[in-house]
């Protein structure tokens, strides 16, 4: 089965083949959003935030 992949960053679409692809894009998409989420709260860091919004969009 594939799925189709949307990237905001880069708006392309993405085949994804694999559930592994799928798991492994939301583990790096979380870990970005967990720390810009930190960066924003700890720092106050506006850009941070907006691209922790981004991330969560993403997911």
């Known amino acids: 089965m ?7 960053y880069s708006p392309t679409l993405k085949m994804i083949d694999t559930m592994e692809e799928i798991i492994d894009q ?18 106050g860091n506006k850009t941070a935030g907006l ?5 969560s969009l993403d997911m």
């Open 26 to 43: 939301i583990q790096a998409l979380a870990a970005s959003f967990l720390k810009d989420a930190s960066a924003q709260l700890d720092k």
């Open 51 to 55: 691209r922790a919004r981004r991330a």
């Open 2 to 8: 594939r799925f189709l992949y949307y990237n905001h």
